[in-house]
Structures are given as structure tokens and as C-alpha cells.
């Protein structure tokens, strides 16, 4: 598949983020999120770089920006999901005409395995009893969705753990794998409206 040109509506989606960025990530970024959603079943550079057409670029300008530290995708995905958080839930409070409404959020820690031992913020994953399984290095990553009774799915904004070795080496305030999660929650329960159940699961 390929698209061509960015619509619109997606210009507008992410209108907060493009408006306060330089004129080039500004105008690249739609077309390059659009490119990684729409080339799910291959992923591969040169697909990436030439799915939408009238911004095609070259394969190694892909890699340059995701790991161009101007290219930090949390802080602009955070900004887009605060905005349209409150969009959604004032049309399902619309939609639901009183009635009440039921909000589902879903969140569990996924891990990245990492070859190299010298790494700052690694959990090590003994192999315990098993011998057949190695010790392995993860970094962790607690994330989650908001599934609403109106049909929308919204990833929260993820959060990076970090553990006590490298917070008092780098001076940050150490938080549990569980406090994140709440931390996680926790823009939810604001923008919540009476009316509304908050439902939790997690692993």
C-alpha cells in the first residue's frame, strides 16, 4: 500500500507537536509515522522511506532520525496524547447521554534484552535452577492502553524504569515498577468525568 500525499486530518492530528518543532522534523514527522503504521507487515527501511508518496527519502535518513536526539518521540507523543484525551472523552460523554460509561486501562511491563554488560540501568535475569536458560540483561519499560466502551484505544505515554543503582548514580528518584503504573493512571483519573468507571488490570 501506499499513500499518496499526507491527509488532512493527520496534519491536524499532530498540528500541537509540528507547530512548536523545527520546519524540518515539522514536516517530516506525519508522513513518517503515517509510513510506519501503514507498512506494518514489513517494516524494512527502504519501505519506510518510500511509502508515502511526495515524501520519499533516502533509507539512511530513517535511521539518522530515530537516533537524532531532536527526534524524541515520547515528549511529542505525550503532547498528542494529552491533547486528544480530552477530545475523546467529552464526545463519549456526548455519545453516552447520560448513561454511565466504563473506561478499561490495561498495563504491564515489557523488558528489552540487551547484549551488551557494561550498560547503565540493566536488570539482570538470573537463570536460576534451569541451566538450558542463560543470564540475560533487560532494560524495562512500563506501558499501557486505555480501551474506552466507545471503541477508542489509546496507548498511555510509556515509562521508563530506572533502577536504584542508577538513580543514586545519576541522582533521580527511584520508583517501583507499580508507582509508574499508578503514574500511568493517573492522567486518566483526571480527565474523568462523573459518570465514569476507571477499571484497572495489570501483570
Given at each position: ?21 523545527s520546519k524540518a522534523v515539522g ?177
Amino acid at each position: 500500500m501506499m499513500l499518496w500525499g499526507v491527509p488532512a486530518e493527520v496534519k491536524r492530528f499532530f498540528r500541537p507537536v509540528t507547530g512548536t518543532s523545527s520546519k524540518a522534523v515539522g514536516g517530516a514527522l506525519p508522513a513518517m509515522v503515517l509510513a510506519f503504521l501503514l507498512a506494518a507487515h514489513r517494516r524494512a527501511l527502504k519501505t519506510i522511506a518510500g511509502m508515502v508518496a511526495g515524501h520519499r527519502c533516502h533509507v539512511g535518513t530513517i535511521s539518522r532520525r530515530l537516533a537524532n536526539s531532536r527526534w524524541r518521540t515520547r515528549d511529542w507523543y505525550k503532547r498528542l496524547y494529552d491533547e486528544l484525551l480530552p477530545r475523546v472523552d467529552r464526545w463519549e460523554h456526548r455519545q453516552a447521554k447520560g448513561r454511565r460509561r466504563r473506561w478499561f486501562v490495561v498495563i504491564d511491563t515489557t523488558y528489552h534484552e540487551s547484549v551488551g554488560e557494561c550498560m547503565d540501568n540493566m536488570i539482570v535475569m538470573a537463570r536460576g535452577k534451569n541451566p538450558a536458560r542463560r543470564t540475560s540483561r533487560q532494560h524495562a519499560f512500563v506501558m499501557g492502553m486505555l480501551l474506552t466502551d466507545r471503541g477508542a484505544r489509546l496507548p498511555l505515554p510509556r515509562k521508563s524504569y530506572y533502577t536504584k543503582e542508577y538513580c543514586r548514580k545519576h541522582r533521580r528518584r527511584h520508583r517501583t515498577q507499580p508507582e509508574l503504573a499508578a503514574a500511568c493512571e493517573q492522567r486518566c483519573e483526571t480527565v474523568a468525568r462523573g459518570g465514569l468507571n476507571l477499571w484497572r488490570s495489570g501483570g
